[in-house]
């Protein structure tokens, strides 16, 4: 079974910056699609952003996009998802998870990625607090 395990949250000031860390147990991130999502207190679950890692093809929610970065470290199985210029609206638990994707599943994952219900495996999350 696959394993997540998120890392790099924390308490930060407005306008600071932080790189999360989610560690993927076994060598999956060539057949596999991930995605991070964040849930506020009251809130539903928001996808932020994911990857096909066969296509090297990422995608942003709107709310973040331009703040947001995705990007990996093969070597360590860990995916990174880099926030710049935190607001306290930022502020929640921030989720990784995996779904398998073969090539038509990675063709279709642009239709898809936002669905948290797709997804098999997630971490247990990271909180990100954001003080003004």
């Known amino acids: 079974q696959v394993q997540l395990a998120e890392s790099g949250g924390g308490s930060v000031q407005a306008g600071g910056s932080l790189r999360l860390s989610c560690k993927v147990s076994?060598?999956?991130?060539?057949?596999?699609?991930m995605g991070w999502f964040r849930q506020a207190p009251g809130k539903e679950r928001e996808a932020v952003a994911a990857?096909?890692?066969?296509?090297?093809?990422?995608y942003y929610g709107a709310a973040v996009k331009d703040r947001f970065t995705l990007s990996q470290d093969d070597s360590e199985n860990t995916l990174y998802l880099d926030i710049k210029n935190l607001n306290p609206e930022d502020s929640a638990m921030f989720y990784c998870?995996?779904?398998?994707?073969?090539?038509?599943?990675?063709?279709?994952?642009?239709?898809?990625?936002?669905?948290?219900?797709?997804?098999?495996?997630w971490g247990q999350g990271t909180q990100v607090t954001v003080f003004s």
């Open positions: 998870a995996a779904k398998v994707c073969y090539y038509q599943e990675g063709i279709q994952f642009g239709d898809n990625w936002m669905d948290s219900k797709s997804y098999r495996y």
């Open positions: 076994g060598n999956i991130l060539t057949r596999h699609c």
């Open positions: 990857i096909y890692f066969g296509l090297r093809a990422t």
